[in-house]
Every structure is written in structure tokens, then in C-alpha cells.
Nanobody, 123 residues
Framework: QVQLVESGGGLVQAGGSLRLSCAASGRTFSSYAMGWFRQAPGKEREFVAAISGSGGSTYYADSVRGRFTISRDNPKNTVYLQANSLKPEDTAVYYC????????????????WGQGTQVTVSS
């Protein structure tokens, strides 16, 4: 079992930055690939970024590549999403997820989910 808790969301102006964190429980954190997803009102949950268990490989959705950076600190059981140059269309609830394989972009391919953190980007 892995429990995930996101933090770091908030309200930011367009062009600003936020750093989201996801703290994981358990002693096998490094064995999981981690992903970030987001869901805007009325829309399906969409893939944002993923990172391998070692942190050596990353993968991004086209919509965020070059603006967002995913990273992890395995001794701290934490994964991060640095979001720069934010746009109003980035407004969503952001979720972290843990799964057995990398890279995976489908939500059904992840086993554990956090409760989400709201990111709102004003124009």
C-alpha cells in the first residue's frame, strides 16, 4: 500500500510558477514510477508528466513540455512538479499517482492516487 498526499497548489497569475509536492508513505517508494495528472472542471483526467523509479527518466505531455519539470527525492519519499510559465488553461486539480511501470500515460495504469491539489491560474 502507498498513500500519497499532494501539496503546493494555489492561485497564481499567468506567467507565474508553482512547485507541487507529493509525499508518499511506505518503504518501497523507489520501486514505483510516479506520475502527475490533472483534471479541469467538465474534462477528463489528463496525463501531465511521469518519472521512473530511479528518477533517471522522465516523460511529459506535449502541452507542458518545456514548462514543467518532474523530479523525485527517494530518501524523502517525495515527488515534485515544478510548473513554470503557467497559463490559464493549466487551471485544474493536480493529482499524483504511483504505478509499477514507466512510462505510462493512462490513468488506469496507476495503482495509487492522492486526493489532489487545486491550481488556479488567473489571466
Amino acid at each position: 500500500q502507498v498513500q500519497l498526499v499532494e501539496s503546493g497548489g494555489g492561485l497564481v497569475q499567468a506567467g507565474g510558477s508553482l512547485r507541487l509536492s507529493c509525499a508518499a508513505s511506505g518503504r518501497t517508494f523507489s520501486s514505483y514510477a510516479m506520475g502527475w495528472f490533472r483534471q479541469a472542471p467538465g474534462k477528463e483526467r489528463e496525463f501531465v508528466a511521469a518519472i521512473s523509479g530511479s528518477g533517471g527518466s522522465t516523460y511529459y505531455a506535449d502541452s507542458v513540455r518545456g514548462r514543467f519539470t518532474i523530479s523525485r527525492d527517494n530518501p524523502k519519499n517525495t515527488v515534485y512538479l515544478q510548473a513554470n510559465s503557467l497559463k490559464p488553461e493549466d487551471t485544474a486539480v493536480y493529482y499524483c499517482a504511483a504505478g509499477p511501470r514507466f512510462p505510462r500515460v493512462g490513468a488506469l495504469q496507476y495503482d495509487y492516487w492522492g486526493q489532489g491539489t487545486q491550481v488556479t491560474v488567473s489571466s
